[in-house]
């Protein structure tokens, strides 16, 4: 099986940009989460896709937002780049609904600079 | 809310020796809890998690850790450091129930593994 698979793996932006990142989520997963690992620090919850819907949010502004596609990859947007939005950030699939299941599976994530 | 306070921003152990990292919860609801390792330039990867069965569970890679309600604890632990388990480990919490799989994330402890 795959597991989660982001792209690009690095990217650097010029601050006012807007970015997009992707993720594939692993086979057989229907949830996606987002989370931004600014340097130094652990993973902040932005925000979470169930079947094409975002049903969960961190405190992030709205210029983060994202899709969810049918075949359950995912996009994460941030419109009007900050410098303080230089991060990793990592995407993690679970399947939703199976309550045995409490774990994600995380993607090695994309190292986004601003510049 | 949730939270997680990680102990400790930087442990080091000897080769063989004891491994002890230190992470405490507060939730108001019982909570699911996990330890995720994390490679230099890598995504998270699960070494264990805690969804109210046995309070005591063991993970991959000779790792274990204890459940403690009383102290709202979660430590980590392994009896014999190995070099390779140098990287940072990470404590996270998630509510019980819901929808919401959202993960709250300690700051993080870098394990340094001296030969």
């Known amino acids: 099986e795959t597991g989660v698979t982001q792209s690009p793996t690095h990217l650097i932006k010029t601050r006012g940009q807007q970015v997009t990142l992707r993720c594939s989520s692993q086979?057989?997963?229907?949830?996606v989460s987002w989370y931004q690992q600014a340097l130094g620090q652990g993973p902040q919850f932005i925000f979470q896709?169930?079947?094409?819907?975002?049903?969960g949010r961190g405190n992030f502004p709205p210029r983060f937002s994202g899709l969810q596609f049918p075949n359950y990859s995912s996009e994460l947007n941030v419109n009007a780049l900050e410098l303080d939005d230089s991060a990793l950030y990592l995407c993690?699939?679970?399947?939703?609904?199976?309550?045995?299941?409490?774990?994600?599976?995380f993607g090695s994530g994309t190292r986004l600079t601003v510049v | 809310a949730q939270s997680v306070t990680q102990l400790g921003s930087h442990v080091s152990v000897s080769e063989g020796a004891l491994v002890l990292l230190r992470c405490n919860y507060s939730s108001s609801v019982p909570p699911y809890l996990f330890w995720y390792v994390q490679y230099p330039n890598q995504g998270l990867q699960l070494l264990l998690k805690?969804?109210?069965?046995?309070?005591l569970v063991k993970g991959i890679n000779g790792f274990e850790a204890e459940f403690k309600k009383s102290e709202t604890s979660f430590h980590l632990t392994k009896p014999s450091a190995h070099m390779s388990d140098a990287a940072e480990y990470f404590c996270a919490v998630r509510n019980s129930g819901g929808s919401n799989y959202k993960l709250t994330f300690g700051k993080g402890t870098l394990l340094t593994v001296n030969p």
């Open positions: 993690a699939s679970t399947q939703g609904g199976a309550p045995t299941n409490y774990g994600y599976t």
């Open positions: 805690y969804t109210s069965a046995a309070t």
């Open positions: 086979s057989g997963h229907n949830t």
């Open positions: 896709y169930y079947r094409e819907e975002e049903n």
